[in-house]
């Protein structure tokens, strides 16, 4: 009897040790590479002669190129289209897509326009199935922003982050992850742009220590990570109103000086320099979102590996 797929969709899904052995693994990882040239592959190569296709609805610059530059260093291949150049442009039902390229690879990464799309594939395919982005969440990125805390500032359990901003995909799977590892997570956003309710009652029921302000103050004071992400997401249309909404919520210097004196900044990038963050944040000393975007090699790498049954 065929075992189910390990998918990668959702944190909240996610059991906490596996979470945590994916995170510890990504940091051995990357240091076992230290001075290695970014083709060098990996000694346990865990993706050897397995194929990983990228399905992409969205434009990317760190998804795709941290999970090609991810499968080969694990020893695999990848096959990348975007939804206009397959069949799911024309209308085939991701489900047939889902049957078919089971039958051609060893794993799917999907970044997609909603988040039911990436469900439905995973439901029918025989491979694992990871989430690289959709509307509800980022589970790859957050994955990543936790190895950069981690690398800078030690265990990230018991330690408060805060989220400045839009209540985006990218906050919701920060939520999933509080419980999962045991971090205190304060949001400060706009009433109008809060995360969605379903994510806050499950943080709630999981423990997760998740506290909404509309006070970016109140939310940053004390905190160990200031994190904020772009006003204005692919397929928003009020971009006006969000522009007018978030202007109070800023991350400059002086909201950055209410954080702890180590704490550190992230954007999962691209940012809009100018609106949710100065250029004194985002290149200065607290910045740490260099590290951050490199780290989606090492997090995606392990992503993979667990998907694989490497871990």
Known sequence: ???????????????????????????????ARAGWTQGRVDSDAPARDRVLAMIFEKHSTRTRFSFD??????????IISTSADMQLGRGEPIEDTA????????AIMIRANTHEDVERLALAS??????????????????????????HLGPVKG??????????????????????FGFKLNIACPTVYHPDLTDLARASEMQGQVTMTEDPRAAVRGADCVITDTWVSMGDTDHDAR???????????????LAAKDGIFLHC??????EEVTDAVMDGP???????????????????????GAI
């Open 269 to 274: 990038l691209p940012a809009h320099r100018g």
């Open 1 to 31: 009897m065929t075992s189910s797929p390990r998918h990668f969709l959702d944190l909240w899904r996610m059991e906490s040790a596996d979470l945590r052995a994916i995170l510890d693994d990504a940091r051995t990882r990357k240091a």
């Open 159 to 180: 330690r408060t982050l805060a989220w400045v901003g839009d209540g985006n995909n990218v906050c919701a799977s920060f939520i999933h992850a509080a419980g999962k």
């Open 69 to 78: 530059a991810a499968m080969r260093q694990l020893g695999g291949d990848v």
């Open 286 to 308: 607290r910045s740490k979102i260099w590290d951050e975007a490199e780290n989606r090699i090492h997090a995606q790498k392990s992503i993979l590996a667990w998907c694989f």
């Open 243 to 257: 522009l007018a909404a978030f202007e109070p919520y800023q991350v400059d210097d002086e909201l950055m000086d």
């Open 99 to 106: 049957k078919v390229l089971s039958r051609m690879v060893d």
């Open 126 to 151: 025989t491979v694992p199935v990871i989430n690289g982005l959709t509307d509800k969440s980022h589970p790859c990125q957050i994955l990543a922003d936790l190895l950069t805390f981690e690398e």
